[in-house]
């Protein structure tokens, strides 16, 4: 082959080149904002399916003024437990020591004007979602009571009310939650007729602080809650990490009750044959 023929072919094959180039990159300008469309319909479609994610953990008020036992004391630690003076570090250890045994559930003081011992829970709600939503109902689901099966209650020196803001539950009562905290205008209103909780679109997390009284009955339950966007209204379960939540309500009359007050250390057994034997307990 001559130079002439040699030089030819490279100049067709580098004329190729160019061209082929060329039109991949016109195509590629050709599809590339159909392409961008259709990714991001199928990204925000995506995004709109996901709701948000809750993380839920017991919290405590800085007091708390009872105390339910799942089994009774037995007559050896009834009169043990009569004589301890719980200003004493060891024996308020060995109370409880005593506590923990019989498998002891604690009561909070409620926040202000609230009847009845309150469990707390705080939920975080969490969404990494570019579309906003946001959650306006909580309700309870699969709730069931009974009559308290608590054996025994230890009430403590009641404590100034707290003004705990949030939601309470009167789970008895299966009633909406209602707003709670001192220096609400809306107190003891419907909580999400008048609040919400907004998440997506970089918002920061949120988080509901929520009083639960099961009064005289038991309770085990999950959370419904209703949350909404721009397609309109969804629901999502919340479970306590794969269970059911549970809260303890004092028995109207318990088989054991006994009473600790400020101005003495040492319990003292109140009579439970009476018709509200905690009016007489004091």
């Known amino acids: 082959m001559s130079r002439r023929q040699i030089g030819f072919v490279v100049l067709v094959l580098m004329s190729t080149a160019v061209i082929t180039g060329l039109v991949s990159q016109t195509w590629q300008l050709i599809l590339y904002k159909p392409i961008k469309v ?15 994610s809750a993380q839920t953990y017991r919290v405590y008020t800085q007091s708390y003024t009872a105390v339910t036992l799942e089994t009774h004391f037995s007559q050896e630690e009834m009169k ?14 060995r109370f409880n ?40 109902d909580l309700k309870t689901a699969h709730l069931k009571c009974a009559p308290s099966a608590a054996k025994t209650v230890v009430l403590f020196p ?15 009562s299966k009633k909406a939650p209602t707003i709670t905290g001192e220096g609400e205008d809306e107190f003891g209103k419907p909580f999400f007729e008048y ?32 949350w909404r966007d721009s397609e309109g209204r969804h629901e999502q379960d919340i479970d306590n990490d794969g269970r059911n939540f549970s809260v303890t309500g004092m028995p109207d009359r318990p088989q054991q009750l006994l009473i600790i007050t400020t101005t003495d250390p040492t319990p003292r057994e109140c ?6 034997p905690y009016q007489h307990c004091q």
């Open 158 to 172: 009641a404590q100034e009310g707290g003004s705990y803001s949030g939601m309470l539950f009167d789970l008895p």
């Open 195 to 226: 609040k919400k909780v907004d998440l997506g679109a970089g918002a920061e997390p949120g988080g509901l602080l929520i009083h639960l009284t099961a009064k005289n009955q038991d309770c085990t339950f999950t959370f419904k809650a209703e």
């Open 38 to 52: 259709i990714t991001n319909w199928l990204d925000d479609s995506v995004d709109r399916q996901e709701g948000f």
């Open 80 to 93: 043990e437990v009569l004589s301890l003076n719980l200003r004493s570090a060891k024996d308020s250890k």
């Open 97 to 136: 020591d005593l506590l923990k045994k019989h498998r002891q559930t604690r009561l909070d003081d409620p926040p202000d004007r609230v009847d009845g011992k309150t469990v707390s829970y705080k939920m975080d709600l969490f969404s990494d979602r570019q579309a906003t939503l946001s959650v306006t």
């Open 271 to 276: 009579p439970t044959n009476l018709k509200n």
